[in-house]
């Protein structure tokens, strides 16, 4: 069964420029995760690759100290420009995942990386950057899952979410190796979108489950001891 998580998050940002994520149901799912966690004026949270900067101004909403990564100018003008539209104070900064934030640890980091599974190896260019990961989706993903513990502060969380298709499994064994506690938070089938329909032939070429043309997405949660 599918199921339709998506809802407008409130007074959201307005401007989402070609070459910018547009919030989608993994978004929605991520940000229903983050209002599950307790988050007060006094947490410090850090969005990894903010895209529009959806997670990030949610979080603020809720009270916290919030700061947006990416890597993409384009995304950090965005953001910037959705907080000022939005009436929220949030530090946004331009770097490579973790290295924007060298020293600093977080209550609450939260990630929503590319995660697309791609026939192109390598770092993908151009548009395509806000979505494909390389041959097995977790060329950024396991970035954020090796660069979480340093970042979180004792009994702080690791909020990711990607497809299915990336291996859960392979998400939770990473991340208990780095000494977190990782569970799966929140799950949902959704149909394909338009970049896995156009790679059907070569999903099944891999024997990834692409046969019934619907999509896993997962939240994991991990927390620091």
Avoid: K
Wanted: glycine residues 10%; charged residues 20%.
């Amino acid at each position: 069964m599918t199921l339709d998580i998506r809802r407008p998050l409130p007074r959201g940002p307005a401007w989402i420029p070609p070459g910018v994520y547009e919030p989608q149901q993994d978004t929605w799912l991520l940000a229903r995760a983050i209002r599950r966690e307790g988050i007060t004026t006094g947490t410090d949270v850090l969005d990894l690759g903010t895209g529009s900067g959806v997670l990030a101004l949610e979080a603020a909403r809720l009270g916290a100290r919030v700061t947006a990564v990416d890597i993409s100018w384009r995304a950090v003008l965005t953001t910037r420009v959705n907080a000022l539209l939005s009436g929220q104070s949030i530090s946004v900064r331009r770097g490579d995942l973790a290295t924007a934030v060298a020293g600093a640890s977080f209550d609450l980091v939260v990630s929503n990386p590319p995660y697309v599974p791609s026939p192109v190896g390598g770092s993908p260019r151009g548009a395509a950057r806000a979505w494909d990961a390389g041959w097995d989706g977790r060329l950024l993903l396991d970035r954020v899952c090796d660069a979480a513990t340093a970042l979180l502060r004792p009994q702080g969380s690791l909020l990711v979410v990607h497809s299915g298709l990336c291996g859960v499994e392979d998400t939770l064994s990473r991340l208990s190796g780095a000494g977190l506690v990782p569970t799966v938070a929140d799950r949902v089938l959704i149909p394909f979108g338009r970049v896995l329909r156009s790679r059907l032939p070569w999903l099944r070429q891999r024997g990834l489950p692409a046969d019934d043309m619907v999509e896993e997405l997962v939240v994991v949660r991990a927390v620091r001891a």
